[in-house]
Structure formats: C-alpha cells, structure tokens
C-alpha cells in the first residue's frame, strides 16, 4: 500500500503564493500517474491538477490554469503544487492522489482514477 500526505497549506493573502508537497510511502511499484484535488466547504471535490508518472504531462482545471504548476520528484517520491496568485475561492482542502498501477502513462482528472488519497492540507485564502 502506499501512503501520501500533504504538508504545506496555511493561511495567505490574495495575490500570494503557496507550495504544497505530497510525500509518497511505501510504493512497491513503479511511480504511477498524480494528481490534485480540492474540496471547499459545502462544495463537491474538484479536480486542480494531474501530472503523469515521469512528469512529462501536466493538465490544469481552467479556474487553475496559468496559476498553479503540478510537479513530482520520483527520486524523492514527492510531488508539489506551486500555487501562485491565489484567490479567496482557491480556499480549500487540498488533496493529493496516486493510482495503484499506470500502464497508459498519461494523466487523470477523474477522481475514481486514483487509488490511493492523503490526508488533506487546509489552504485558506483571505481577501
């Protein structure tokens, strides 16, 4: 089984940056395709951002795009999402998510791809 939990969220002002990272544990396969999710209270998850398992494809959900950068580090077993010029409705929990096997290569944005889930950081936004 493999493990994630996200660190980095907190609290920042419009127009400011965070980075959040996902530290991977106990993987025993190869690196698989990542993505991001964010749920806003008394909102549906959403889909922020996916990247494939070497890195080489990336894919944003428009309200993110042009803001935000999805990257992953597979000798640290990491992956981060920089989040720039953030904005009061970008608060949120945010989520990271690993699929147990990828064999396509691609990216994901439908959270029934994913396998395995963290815990959640809470990035909050104010105006």
């Known amino acids: 089984q493999v493990q994630l939990v996200e660190s980095g969220g907190g609290l920042v002002q419009a127009g400011g940056s965070l980075r959040l990272s996902c530290a991977a544990s106990?993987?025993?396969?190869?690196?698989?395709?990542m993505g991001w999710f964010r749920r806003a209270p008394g909102k549906e998850r959403e889909f922020v951002a996916a990247?494939?398992?070497?890195?080489?494809?990336?894919n944003y959900a428009n309200s993110v795009q042009g803001r935000f950068t999805v990257s992953r580090d597979n000798a640290k077993n990491t992956a981060h999402l920089q989040m720039n010029a953030l904005k009061p409705e970008d608060t949120a929990t945010y989520y990271c998510?690993?699929?147990?096997?990828?064999?396509?290569?691609?990216?994901?944005?439908?959270?029934?791809?994913?396998?395995?889930w963290g815990q959640g950081t809470q990035v909050t936004v104010s105006l």
């Open positions: 998510a690993a699929r147990r096997t990828d064999s396509r290569g691609g990216y994901f944005t439908s959270a029934v791809a994913y396998d395995y």
């Open positions: 106990g993987r025993t396969s190869t690196n698989t395709a």
């Open positions: 990247i494939s398992r070497n890195g080489g494809t990336t």
